[in-house]
């Protein structure tokens, strides 16, 4: 069973407006967590991480929300830039791995 | 800044082969990390080492293993290899084994 979840598989957004992509985890146990962006032929580069003792994180355009409560986490990047078409995946620390959900890919349009 | 390096970047074995992946970690970067991504998949988790002991293991198969040398390089020894091994294999560091996780370019593995 999928233990993180990112249920939209693609998002189209125009430049200079928000994204938001989003991702719910099960285990209410799991505390870190991180957003990775990938480029095709490329690994995944770290973006930005959150402890469960935080509800927000901020590093530039780059914003994760953790709703504990909810078992959700939220990444929002304002302005949106044609160079962040990409795929995003979110990921929870288990130990010393990493559990990846199944990516959002966006796209966004000048 | 100096990152991951994996080699080779892409390699093609047939049905039985045996593989070796190489992993480079960041310099002073401790803890090493191996993931399978095969295709339209999130990355799986298969091993991690630190300080040249395996630290964690997830869904490894058992004709795999792996290990860190003294340099802390790694190897991710492939043998009697699948078709349904045909993966990306990513290899990422970190400073402490619960630091965020840097990844290499991973190397294409095709078996045919």
């Known amino acids: 069973d999928q233990q993180v979840k990112q249920n939209s598989p693609s998002l189209s957004v125009q430049e200079g407006r928000i994204s938001i992509l989003n991702c719910d985890y099960t285990?209410?146990?799991?505390?870190?967590f991180l957003w990775y962006k990938k480029y095709p032929a490329e690994g995944p580069t770290f973006l930005i991480s959150?402890?469960?003792?935080?509800d927000k994180n901020e590093d530039g355009r780059f914003t994760v929300f953790l709703n504990k409560s909810a078992k959700h986490l939220s990444l929002h990047i304002v302005p949106s830039q044609p160079g962040d078409s990409a795929v995003y995946f979110c990921?929870?620390?288990?130990?010393?791995?990493?559990?990846f959900g199944k990516g959002t890919t966006l796209s966004v349009s000048s | 800044a100096a990152g991951v390096i994996q080699s080779p970047r892409h390699l093609i074995k047939e049905k039985r082969e045996t593989a070796t992946l190489k992993c480079y970690p960041i310099?002073?970067?401790?803890?090493v990390y191996w993931y399978q991504q095969g295709p339209g998949q999130d990355p799986q988790f298969l091993i991690s080492?630190?300080?040249?002991?395996?630290?964690d293991k997830g869904s490894i198969p058992d004709r795999f293993s792996a290990q860190q040398f003294s340099d802390y390089h790694s190897e991710l020894n492939m043998s009697s290899l699948e078709l349904g091994d045909s993966a990306l294999y990513f290899c990422?560091?970190?400073?402490?084994?619960?630091?965020?996780?840097?990844f290499g370019p991973g190397t294409r593995l095709t078996v045919t």
């Open positions: 990422a560091s970190s400073p402490t084994p619960k630091g965020e996780q840097y």
């Open positions: 285990n209410s146990m799991f505390d870190y």
């Open positions: 959150i402890s469960s003792i935080k």
């Open positions: 990921a929870v620390r288990a130990g010393t791995a990493l559990i």
């Open positions: 310099p002073r970067h401790d803890t």
């Open positions: 080492f630190y300080e040249k002991m395996q630290s």
